[in-house]
């Protein structure tokens, strides 16, 4: 048992991450003080938002590639409903609605049309984007209001609000992962859908639910996003839902469902960022800081698997089991 | 197995919506209000001192839109060099995608390495303040070069050349070209970089000159200065407009991959192509007969200006507010203009008389 808490991913790159924050504590200048830490904390909101819900998704064996897109569809309403003189309290929960209805799409037609999930959400990736873009064209809106744009990046001590936020839903998510019998058949449809739904989970409400959850998780990160950075666009969070994929692989959860812990996506999320920002106040190049993110997504996907692959490889009794 | 829809979550979210509209709330009207009554903040030459000396060993830092962008990597190059001169300390650093949000990651970290200066080409005019105002802040002064950000976000705006002359000239060299008569277009980087868009204002405000009665402007299309994509526009555009007479390309990438489309193509030679390119990029279109001229500011003494710029303001020498002057070495002097804008001077006209004499 103890070996066993020992060879876990999870404890593996929580070392890593011990390591690279000593490293950058004594080798980066100025990395270890209160005001980058609560940057660099501020800084992962939007993706460790989306990397609770992609948790879920991901060990129910879906994928949702989605999620930056309907942030910036979520930023473009926003915008539009702001410059239409809506005030901003009934804009917010506007939002979220867009992102639900954005995951509902999703998760329609994941369970309806027996779709898979890689396929759809890379059709809405760019249907998202496209009506953002529809909504808002090239435009910039940006005269939010102070007081919200000022709480997304106000901080208790080094503490981002933010953070509170993530780390409040954290909770709450796994919680339903790890302690309830919704979790429980999160992971059975993950790691064998057939024989969860003979069992009675309830397979397409389940899933649907997921993408609702998704998209709805996909505005909040939106309304963080557009006022931390004073900016509702159309391409707000282009790009993000890779860095999202990226932490919840790295934080140990199978590409291919059923394994996966919160704790190690968050641990991810915060080893991903540190790199990142070590990386960048080292004056290190932008190139070399995207080669050595790749390099740590491709080591993630690859070890945890490795394993799987030798035993694939040698015949067990396992064998003749589908893998899919 | 049926999954039923969740009517009420969403009547419950739907009567939460309409509560908080009812019961008012901050709407923009309300921000643009509180806005105009607050004081204008604008920089006053108190404090100013133009005999002080430029302080030595400056950190400063350039922050273009994106690195590895030849036209940045030249810009910056002249202002790391201008560091040298004055006995500072200058580096680019940068995101490779041109997007504001990793732009503000850079400018909070340049705040943690406590430069003196930031020098910054703004991805989004606004994005970028919240950091800038942090920045400034904790007294590190902010030059906005190439594409300017909101005024609150820095000291001072330096300005390749004024953003009128560069719409018209570029109108008038197109014109010269098509003898004032067809249909032309632009291929512009993204929908809204600041500066490209106020460029093309100038020219359709320029394009109502009667002498241009015959000349119809029919589209802007955007290439997002990546160089595919405005490959595929520049072919897009002669798709659509096969009786095109020109296409005016405000930005280095566009006309560059404008050019190579056109070299390649049957239409080289008669649609016309002109815009803002390098003499290095071009040189071969030039030489080939692809473009008869096309116009730039020097985007080395533009970082150069901007360096001496930012030792000025970090010395102070100068605070922003108009009327202020400083000497920016082989430059000579400049005068800040209103709004804290610095110009760096009219365009230069590049064609095959003249293309050799530049390496840039």
């Known amino acids: 048992m103890r070996a066993d808490v020992l060879r876990r991913w999870e404890t593996l790159i929580v070392v890593l991450l011990a390591g690279v924050a000593v490293w950058a504590s004594l080798a980066v200048d100025n990395f270890a003080n209160a005001s980058?830490?609560?940057?660099?904390?501020?800084?992962?909101?939007?993706?460790?938002?989306?990397?609770?819900?992609?948790?879920?998704?991901?060990?129910?064996?879906?994928?949702?590639?989605?999620?930056?897109?309907?942030?910036?569809?979520?930023?473009?309403?926003?915008?539009?409903?702001?410059?239409?003189?809506l005030p901003i309290e009934a804009i917010m929960p506007i939002c979220l609605l867009v992102g639900a209805a954005c995951g509902a799409v999703n998760g329609l037609l994941v369970t309806r049309l027996g779709l898979p999930s890689l396929a759809v959400t890379i059709g809405t990736f760019a249907l998202f984007r496209g009506l953002a873009y529809v909504l808002l064209g090239g435009e910039a809106?940006?005269?939010?209001?102070?007081?919200?744009?000022?709480?997304?990046?106000?901080?208790?001590?080094?503490?981002?609000?933010?953070?509170?936020?993530v780390v409040a839903l954290a909770v709450v998510a796994g919680l339903v992962l790890h302690a309830t019998g919704l979790g429980r058949s999160i992971v059975a449809l993950g790691s064998n859908v057939e024989a969860a739904y003979f069992s009675g989970v309830r397979v397409k409400r389940i899933k649907l639910w997921l993408f609702v959850a998704s998209g709805v998780m996909?505005?909040?990160?939106?309304?963080?996003?557009?006022?931390?950075?004073?900016?509702?666009?159309?391409?707000?969070?282009?790009?993000?839902?890779?860095?999202?994929?990226?932490?919840?692989l790295l934080g140990g959860v199978s590409i291919f469902g059923g394994t996966g812990t919160l704790p190690g996506v968050l641990v991810a999320v915060l080893l991903l960022g540190v790199v990142r920002n070590a990386l960048i106040l080292a004056d290190v190049r932008n190139e070399v800081l995207n080669f050595v993110t790749g390099l740590l997504l491709v080591a993630s996907v690859l070890a945890p698997n490795l394993g799987a692959v030798r035993r694939r490889r040698t015949p067990s009794p396992a064998e003749g089991k589908s893998v899919t | 197995m049926t999954t039923r829809t969740p009517w009420r979550p969403v009547a419950l979210l739907a009567g939460l919506v309409l509560l908080t509209g009812a019961c008012g709330g901050t709407t923009k009207s309300d921000v643009q209000q509180q806005q105009s009554s607050a004081p204008a903040a604008g920089a006053s030459s108190a404090g100013a001192n133009p005999n002080a000396p430029i302080k030595q060993g400056l950190k400063i830092a350039f922050l273009p839109k994106q690195v590895n962008n030849p036209y940045f990597t030249i810009a910056d190059?002249?202002?790391?060099?201008?560091?040298?001169?004055?006995?500072?300390?200058?580096k680019e650093v940068g995101p490779s995608d041109a997007s504001a949000s990793s732009q503000v990651s850079y400018i909070n970290t340049l705040i943690?390495?406590?430069?003196?200066?930031?020098?910054?080409?703004?991805?989004?005019?606004?994005?970028?303040?919240?950091?800038?105002?942090?920045?400034?802040?904790?007294?590190?002064?902010?030059?906005?070069?190439?594409?300017?950000?909101?005024?609150?976000?820095?000291?001072?705006?330096?300005?390749?050349?004024?953003?009128?002359?560069?719409?018209?000239?570029?109108?008038?060299?197109?014109?010269?070209?098509?003898?004032?008569?067809?249909?032309?277009?632009?291929?512009?980087?993204?929908?809204?970089?600041?500066?490209?868009?106020?460029?093309?204002?100038?020219?359709?405000d320029e394009l109502k000159k009667p002498e241009y009665q015959d000349m119809e402007l029919v589209k802007v299309a955007y290439g997002n200065d990546d160089d595919q994509k405005s490959f595929t526009e520049t072919q897009g555009l002669l798709r659509s407009y096969p009786d095109l007479a020109g296409i005016i390309s405000p930005t280095t990438v566009g006309i560059a991959a404008a050019a190579r489309y056109l070299?390649?193509?049957?239409?080289?030679?008669?649609?016309?192509?002109?815009?803002?390119?390098?003499?290095?990029?071009?040189?071969?279109?030039?030489?080939?007969?692809?473009?008869?001229?096309?116009?730039?500011?020097?985007?080395?003494?533009?970082?150069?200006?901007?360096?001496?710029?930012?030792?000025a303001l970090a010395s102070g020498q100068i605070t922003g507010g108009e009327g202020e002057t400083f000497k920016a070495g082989r430059l000579g002097d400049h005068t800040v203009g209103a709004k804290g804008e610095v110009l760096l001077g009219k365009p230069t006209v590049f064609d095959k008389s003249n293309i050799d004499d530049f390496d840039f």
């Not at chain 2, 001229?293 to 030792?311: I, K, T």
């Open chain 1, 141 to 165: 809106v940006a005269d939010l209001p102070p007081a919200y744009t000022s709480l997304a990046t106000a901080s208790i001590g080094p503490v981002p609000l933010a953070t509170l936020l």
């Open chain 1, 218 to 248: 996909a505005s909040l990160a939106s309304l963080v996003y557009t006022f931390r950075y004073a900016s509702a666009r159309a391409d707000n969070g282009m790009g993000l839902e890779l860095a999202v994929v990226a932490a919840v």
């Open chain 2, 263 to 311: 070299s390649d193509s049957p239409y080289k030679g008669k649609v016309k192509l002109t815009g803002l390119g390098t003499p290095n990029q071009l040189r071969k279109f030039v030489k080939d007969g692809t473009i008869e001229a096309f116009e730039l500011w020097n985007p080395a003494d533009l970082g150069y200006l901007a360096s001496y710029a930012a030792a």
């Open chain 2, 112 to 204: 943690q390495q406590k430069q003196d200066a930031i020098v910054i080409s703004a991805n989004d005019p606004n994005a970028v303040v919240p950091a800038l105002k942090q920045a400034r802040a904790a007294g590190i002064k902010v030059v906005s070069y190439d594409s300017d950000t909101a005024q609150e976000g820095r000291d001072v705006f330096v300005n390749q050349a004024s953003a009128e002359d560069l719409g018209r000239t570029e109108v008038q060299l197109l014109a010269k070209q098509i003898g004032n008569k067809g249909k032309i277009a632009v291929l512009s980087a993204t929908p809204n970089a600041t500066n490209q868009n106020t460029w093309i204002e100038f020219m359709k």
């Open chain 2, 77 to 90: 190059k002249g202002g790391v060099d201008a560091a040298k001169e004055f006995g500072g300390e200058g």
């Open chain 1, 36 to 85: 980058n830490v609560s940057f660099l904390l501020l800084d992962t909101t939007e993706i460790a938002l989306m990397a609770l819900t992609m948790t879920l998704v991901v060990v129910a064996a879906e994928i949702d590639l989605s999620v930056a897109s309907t942030l910036g569809l979520s930023c473009a309403v926003l915008g539009t409903l702001w410059d239409a003189g």
